[in-house]
C-alpha cells in the first residue's frame, strides 16, 4: 500500500472539515446579515468596487458580494459547484482586501480568507461531498 492511498482520507477529511466549518462560518457571520440587509446594505457594500473605479450599480456589486459570502459559501460547505462558489468568494476577499488596504484599515482577515478561498479553488472540494450524491454533478456534467 502507498503513501498516497493510505493519506487519501485524510486528505477529503480535511478539505471536509475546511468547507463545513468555513462554509457555514461565512454564511451565518457575514452573508446573511447582508443578504438581509436588502438593497440599502447591498449599496453601502457595493460602493467598495469604486476602489477599482467601478462607480456604476452598486447595488448590484453589493448583491453580488452578499450572494457570493450567503449562497457561495452554503455551496462552498455542501462541495457543490464549488470551484466557481469558491471563485466567486475569493473575488470578493480581493475587493475587501484592496478596499480595507487602501482605507488604511485592518485588511488581514480579507486577505486570509483570500488565500484559503484561492487555495480551496485550485485544491477543489474532495471527495466527501454533496454533490457525490448527484450523477450529474458527481460525473462533471454540472460542476
Known amino acids: 500500500m502507498d503513501q498516497t492511498t493510505t493519506t487519501r482520507p485524510w486528505i477529503d477529511i480535511g478539505l471536509l472539515i475546511t468547507r463545513v466549518g468555513l462554509g457555514a462560518s461565512m454564511a451565518v457571520f457575514h452573508g ?22 467601478v462607480d456604476v450599480a452598486p447595488v448590484f456589486w453589493g448583491f453580488c458580494a452578499a450572494f457570493a ?16 462558489a469558491a471563485f466567486l468568494l475569493a473575488f470578493t476577499m480581493l475587493v475587501a482586501t484592496v478596499k480595507h488596504a487602501i482605507g488604511g484599515e485592518m485588511f488581514a482577515w480579507p486577505l486570509d480568507l483570500l488565500i484559503v478561498f484561492t487555495a480551496l479553488m485550485i485544491t477543489g472540494p474532495g471527495r466527501i461531498a454533496v454533490r457525490q450524491l448527484i450523477p450529474p454533478l458527481r460525473d462533471g456534467v454540472l460542476g
Request: charged share 15%; net charge positive; aromatic share 22%.
Open 69 to 84: 459570502e450567503f449562497f457561495g459559501a452554503i455551496l462552498l460547505a455542501a462541495g457543490m459547484f464549488f470551484r466557481p
Open 32 to 53: 446573511w446579515g447582508k443578504i438581509y440587509g436588502g438593497p440599502e446594505k447591498w449599496a453601502g457594500l457595493g460602493r467598495a468596487m469604486g476602489t477599482f473605479g
